[in-house]
Structure formats: C-alpha cells, structure tokens
C-alpha cells in the first residue's frame, strides 16, 4: 500500500483528494496546504478548500509558510510518503518533491507542453481554443516541463466560460490523478518527455490589468477574453462616467447601418432599454451580464433602468 502526501489548495483540488481517499490501494498519511488568510469584510482568518476537506477526513494538515524550512522538511519526512500528488499548489523546492521514493507528480489543467504556468484555464479560453485537457506528469526542476504520464482530452464549448471549463476540468482532473497513481503503484506508468517548439502558448498568473478590455481588438477576441476572465477574475472597462465595469458575459453584434462605419472602437451605445454595446475594431460587443461599480451583478436590461440612467450614451440608429 502506498503512502502518499497530497499537497493542493483550492477546491479544484478536492476532488483529487477525495478520489484518492477512496482508492484501496494507497492511504493519505498527510496533507499540505496554504496557511490561512483574512477573507471577507471581517478579515476573519479562513481554511483553504483542501484544509476543510483534509479535516473532515481526520487528516493530519500541515501549513507551512516556507517550504525550505529544514523544520517543514523534517516533518514532512517523518512521513516516510512513497509519492506526494500535487494539484493547485505551490512551486516546491527539489528537497520536497525529489523526497518520496516514487517522487512527487502534478495534476495540471491544460494538454501540456501547451499553457505552462498559473492560469491554464483562463488563456486556453482567452486565445479561443476549442479543446483543453488535463496533464500528470512528475515534477521536475524547470515549471511544469516534467515527463508525462497521462493526458484527457476535453472539448471548450462555446458557451464556457472559466468557472464552467474550471467545473468540468476538475473532475477530469480527480480521475486522471487516481489513474496515474494506479499506473505508478502497479510499475506501468509512462514517463514522456515535453515536446519541445517555438508555437507553445505560456499561461501567465493574471495581473489586474489583463482583465482590461482593449477595445481596439477585434469583437470575436473579446467575447472570448470575457469567458476566460468570468466570473473571476472579470473582464472590465471604464464607463463614459468614469467608473468601472465588470463585465461577466458579451457576445458580438452585427449592425447593418451608417452608423456603424463612422462609429470609434471603444464608443459606448444604448437605447437606454434593451441593450449597451461597445464599439470594437470590427463591429460591436454586446454586453450581457455586467457589474458596474458599487452595484451587484446584473443583467444589462436592469442595469440601464437603475445604476444605467444619464450616462449619456450613443444612440443606435433603428435597423
């Protein structure tokens, strides 16, 4: 039976975890996880998703603020894990994941080599892609570049977005880790090394302003940045008035009149009613389901009755 130390944060994570609780062939001696922060209006000190999750299963947590603390080390050692599964963590030192006899192994949520990096999901949905996946490969010293054990394949429909891909890529995610934990327990398990070229896609951690819409880009690029960016970190933009606007859902729109052709990326048009669309280089986004600042979510029909009014906006001419 193997001992093995799971190590993740989020509740993209949990899933992993459950599944290989349930797998008969090994047993969770231990779990890793980040230290509690302040959350919420109260700043109150909260759990990560894998804590909860690792408490309800009576498992001994570890919290460590330095993962090459020789105290942290040390403990994690007494352990003596065969194999430590990572998902959703951070960037471990070599003295932590070459640690276990078997080594240590990722759950990482895209078909790599493509989308190395903190934020798989939400680039494969930004650039528009219509297929990602899930990979387990065994860490290595240079970031997600270890050798592959598995991958599956999972389509992007049009309508997802990054809290549904997140959904659909974490249970895959729990499946592809306990299959891969089999194979290295029953000593089949492949180990390929990354394809190596120039055309692969990075998936940097976001910043604040890669949520800023530019609209000087072409309609189909920013409907396929506001999936990638919903409903977090959110896709913005500054309304004529000067306050920010999330924007959770858009979708483009084809206009047929003078207006059109005369009109400046970035010229914010309504009727005041129905819909607020913003021009691109291209045509227009529709914009969906928004937020505008200090005010709750929405939809944009009860945004213009409400926190919508005298803002001054173009008028479309009728169609």
């Given at each position: 039976m193997l001992n093995i130390i799971f190590m993740g944060t989020p509740d993209f994570a949990v899933p992993t975890l459950e599944s290989l609780?349930?797998?008969?062939?090994?047993?969770?001696?231990?779990?890793v996880t980040a230290p509690d922060r302040p959350?919420?209006?109260?700043?109150?000190?909260?759990?990560?998703?894998v804590k909860v999750a690792?408490?309800?299963?009576?498992?001994?947590?570890?919290?460590?603020?330095?993962?090459?603390?020789?105290?942290?080390?040390?403990?994690?050692?007494?352990?003596?894990?065969?194999?430590?599964?990572?998902?959703?963590?951070?960037m471990l030192p070599e003295a932590v994941w070459n640690m276990p006899r078997l080594g240590s192994i990722n759950i990482h949520a895209s078909l790599l080599p493509q989308y190395r990096g903190a934020a798989p999901i939400?680039?494969?949905?930004?650039?528009?892609?219509?297929?990602?996946?899930?990979?387990?490969?065994?860490?290595?010293?240079?970031?997600?570049?270890?050798?592959?054990?598995?991958?599956?394949?999972?389509?992007?429909?049009?309508?997802?977005?990054?809290?549904?891909?997140?959904?659909?890529?974490?249970?895959?995610?729990?499946?592809?880790?306990?299959?891969?934990?089999?194979a290295i327990a029953a000593g089949t398990a492949p180990s390929i090394p990354q394809a190596q070229g120039d055309d692969l896609r990075p998936a940097p951690k976001l910043q604040k302003e890669t949520g800023?819409?530019?609209?000087?880009?072409?309609?189909?690029?920013?409907?396929?940045?506001v999936r990638g960016l919903s409903p977090i970190p959110t896709a913005f933009?500054?309304?004529?008035?000067?306050?920010?606007?999330?924007?959770?859902?858009?979708?483009?729109?084809?206009?047929?009149?003078?207006?059109?052709?005369?009109?400046?990326?970035g010229t914010w048009a309504s009727d005041g009613k129905h819909y607020l669309r913003v021009a691109t280089s291209d045509g227009w986004l529709d914009l969906l389901d928004v937020?505008?600042?200090?005010?709750?979510?929405?939809?944009?029909e009860e945004f213009l009755r409400g926190a919508g009014q005298g803002l001054g906006f173009a008028a479309l001419p009728a169609q």
């Open positions: 609780l349930a797998w008969p062939g090994g047993r969770v001696v231990a779990v959350a919420g209006r109260g700043r109150q000190l909260q759990a990560s998703a690792a408490e309800a299963h009576s498992l001994p947590v570890l919290q460590p603020t330095n993962l090459k603390s020789p105290e942290f080390q040390a403990e994690l050692q007494r352990y003596a894990a065969d194999l430590q599964v990572v998902v959703a963590f951070r939400n680039w494969a949905l930004m650039h528009g892609d219509t297929e990602t996946g899930v990979t387990s490969f065994f860490l290595r010293h240079e970031i997600d570049t270890g050798d592959l054990i598995f991958q599956e394949r999972v389509p992007i429909a049009p309508e997802d977005d990054f809290g549904s891909l997140y959904n659909k890529l974490k249970a895959v995610g729990a499946d592809l880790a306990r299959r891969s934990v089999e800023r819409l530019d609209f000087n880009r072409p309609t189909s690029e920013l409907v396929n940045w933009a500054t309304l004529p008035d000067g306050r920010v606007m999330k924007i959770f859902r858009a979708k483009s729109v084809e206009l047929n009149n003078s207006f059109t052709t005369q009109k400046t990326p937020q505008a600042e200090g005010k709750k979510r929405m939809g944009v």
